[in-house]
């Protein structure tokens, strides 16, 4: 069945850096777009970045574009989350998730990991 | 960017009754909304797609209707494993965008 493990969260100053990883199993990852989505502690859910299966033409939210990269390594079906300049805003749990198809029109999700927090503070 | 409005923000219910949470875009986004059942500690899992199409493996209890602007998800005679945080998603453009949230308590 279809696994998502993320991991790479944890504490980081403002300012600071952090890499987000999702592991994915049990379907061929490099067919399927893939979407990171975010929840700030006792909030609603945003979504943040997301990537074609090939790597090429990814999308941003406003609030992080220029700061966070989405990127994914189809030969250890792996999904990354670059943050950078990290804000006291960013804190969340980061969710990755599988969309349904495999291009950049594909913005329906069907599967989602459990999630890894980031915390920025000082 | 497309707003999505959800009411109410809290729902309290008793186990059999019918629950029904609506979601308003700012916008037509036709058939492209999705809904999604959250609890605490726990990762979003999907319910309904294109607005009224259930996920596989969701109850037949659970459905959604509604196109352009208005859209709702009812919930027949909840259980008490339906009591839960829900939330809705546009997908006809990007950036998505969710509704804030609506909290189904129990009575």
């Known amino acids: 069945q279809v696994h998502l493990l993320e991991t790479g969260g944890g504490v980081v100053q403002p300012g600071g850096s952090l890499r987000l990883s999702c592991a994915a199993s049990?379907?061929?990852?490099?067919?399927?777009?893939m979407h990171w989505v975010r929840q700030a502690p006792g909030k609603g859910l945003q979504w943040v970045a997301m990537?074609?299966?090939?790597?090429?033409?990814?999308v941003y939210s406003d609030s992080v574009k220029g700061r966070f990269t989405i990127s994914r390594d189809n030969s250890k079906n792996t999904l990354y989350l670059q943050m950078n300049s990290l804000r006291t805003e960013d804190t969340a749990v980061y969710y990755c998730?599988?969309?349904?198809?495999?291009?950049?029109?594909?913005?329906?999700?069907?599967?989602w990991g459990q999630g890894t927090l980031v915390t920025v503070s000082s | 960017d497309i707003q999505m409005t959800q009411s109410p923000s809290t729902l309290s219910a008793s186990v059999g009754d019918r629950v029904t949470i609506t979601c308003r875009a700012s916008q037509s986004i036709s058939k492209w909304l999705a809904w999604y059942q959250q609890k605490p500690g726990e990762a979003p899992k999907p319910l309904v797609y294109e607005a009224s199409k259930l996920e596989r493996g969701v109850p037949s209890r659970f459905s959604g209707s509604g196109s352009g602007t208005e859209f709702t998800l009812t919930i027949s005679s909840p259980q008490p494993d339906d009591f839960a945080t829900y939330y809705c998603l546009q997908y006809l453009t990007y950036p998505l965008t969710f509704g804030g949230g609506t909290r189904v308590e129990i009575k």
């Open positions: 049990g379907f061929t990852f490099s067919n399927y777009a």
């Open positions: 990537i074609p299966n090939d790597g090429k033409n990814t």
């Open positions: 998730a599988k969309s349904d198809c495999n291009s950049v029109d594909c913005k329906r999700t069907d599967y």
